[in-house]
């Protein structure tokens, strides 16, 4: 027999348009907690200052846009005829992690990527997540069907780069495995374009029958979300979208503690489709 192939430690990823000393501060105290590796994809081409001390689990990368063009690892936020209003940028840190993954990278078998608007509520809440889902290739906050042949929403950019059945759901916190990073590789091998991220993990996954699970602790990233401190404590091991004030994310996580130190009792307001998945 040969030599059985040692299991490789999952790790976690922040995908940031400029790194938020937050975020990054965050991610090392993630690193040295739970013994992985944490790396934050940034976008912008600047210099980011960092006020804080790296260890050898943490990378900052950053990748020229026209590297990932050139190898093309472009338009995942291609929306139509234009780019994402919201954006007004290809590629973006998705194409790049995506590139990073498929190209560089290759001694990770799973990733847990989080958009950095994203609110991670402890540092516990990553190691469940891991230590839940790290055996699937996908794992997502829903994996819909498209059942029918209207061409609203973003389906005009996506038909022509794959064939039906299609499956979608946000992305904004998902998990990848290295199979699914295969998947995508051959993709772009294929196209040579990547392809709208709500679309393109669910479809090739499912396409390509690898094994996805739509994460009850991912439910709470939603387009339009209100979350606060009660949601927090109810739902301890979700992730909660959209959360833009980054610079509170430390305040948050320290009023967590005190709440479950003062025995707070947090008030049920959650929205119906959580409450029934309860």
């Given at each position: 027999?040969?030599?059985?192939?040692?299991?490789?430690?999952?790790?976690?990823?922040?995908?940031?348009?400029?790194?938020?000393?937050?975020?990054?501060?965050?991610?090392?105290?993630?690193?040295?907690?739970?013994?992985?590796?944490?790396y934050?994809?940034?976008d912008?081409?600047?210099?980011?200052?960092?006020?804080?001390?790296?260890?050898?689990n943490?990378?900052i990368?950053?990748?020229?846009?026209?590297?990932?063009?050139?190898s093309?690892?472009?338009?995942?936020?291609?929306?139509?005829?234009?780019?994402?209003?919201?954006?007004?940028?290809?590629?973006?840190?998705?194409?790049?992690?995506?590139?990073?993954?498929?190209?560089?990278?290759l001694d990770?078998?799973?990733?847990?990527v989080f958009e950095?608007?994203?609110?991670?509520?402890?540092?516990?809440?990553?190691?469940?997540?891991?230590d839940?889902?790290?055996t699937?290739?996908?794992?997502?906050?829903?994996?819909?069907?498209k059942?029918?042949?209207?061409?609203?929403?973003h389906?005009?950019?996506?038909?022509?780069?794959?064939?039906?059945?299609?499956y979608?759901?946000?992305?904004?916190?998902?998990?990848?495995s290295r199979?699914?990073?295969?998947?995508?590789?051959?993709?772009?091998?294929?196209?040579?374009?990547?392809?709208?991220?709500?679309?393109m993990?669910?479809?090739?996954?499912?396409?390509?029958e690898?094994?996805?699970?739509?994460?009850?602790?991912?439910?709470?990233?939603?387009?339009?979300?209100?979350?606060?401190?009660?949601?927090?404590?109810l739902?301890?091991?979700n992730?909660f979208?959209?959360?833009?004030?980054?610079?509170?994310?430390?305040?948050?996580?320290?009023?967590?503690?005190?709440?479950?130190?003062?025995?707070y009792?947090?008030?049920?307001?959650?929205p119906p489709?959580?409450?029934a998945?309860?």
């Amino acid at each position: 027999m040969g030599k059985q192939k040692k299991p490789k430690n999952p790790a976690i990823c922040f995908l940031c348009k400029d790194l938020n000393e937050e975020t990054y501060r965050f991610g090392l105290a993630t690193s040295e907690k739970l013994s992985i590796h944490v790396y934050f994809i940034v976008d912008s081409p600047e210099q980011t200052q960092v006020n804080l001390e790296q260890n050898t689990n943490t990378s900052i990368v950053r990748i020229a846009d026209s590297v990932c063009v050139g190898s093309g690892f472009q338009n995942c936020m291609i929306t139509g005829a234009k780019v994402n209003t919201l954006l007004q940028k290809n590629p973006i840190s998705y194409d790049k992690m995506l590139y990073y993954f498929c190209k560089i990278e290759l001694d990770v078998d799973f990733l847990f990527v989080f958009e950095d608007d994203v609110f991670i509520p402890t540092i516990d809440t990553v190691q469940h997540l891991l230590d839940t889902y790290k055996t699937f290739d996908l794992v997502t906050p829903n994996n819909f069907k498209k059942e029918d042949d209207v061409m609203d929403w973003h389906w005009n950019n996506v038909v022509d780069k794959v064939d039906p059945p299609y499956y979608y759901s946000m992305v904004s916190a998902v998990g990848l495995s290295r199979k699914m990073f295969n998947v995508i590789n051959r993709q772009v091998a294929d196209k040579n374009t990547l392809f709208f991220t709500e679309v393109m993990f669910n479809t090739l996954a499912m396409q390509n029958e690898l094994a996805v699970t739509d994460a009850f602790e991912l439910k709470s990233v939603v387009w339009m979300g209100e979350w606060g401190i009660d949601e927090f404590l109810l739902l301890p091991n979700n992730v909660f979208h959209p959360k833009k004030d980054l610079e509170n994310f430390e305040s948050y996580r320290e009023l967590i503690q005190a709440k479950q130190k003062s025995k707070y009792k947090p008030k049920n307001k959650l929205p119906p489709f959580i409450k029934a998945l309860l």
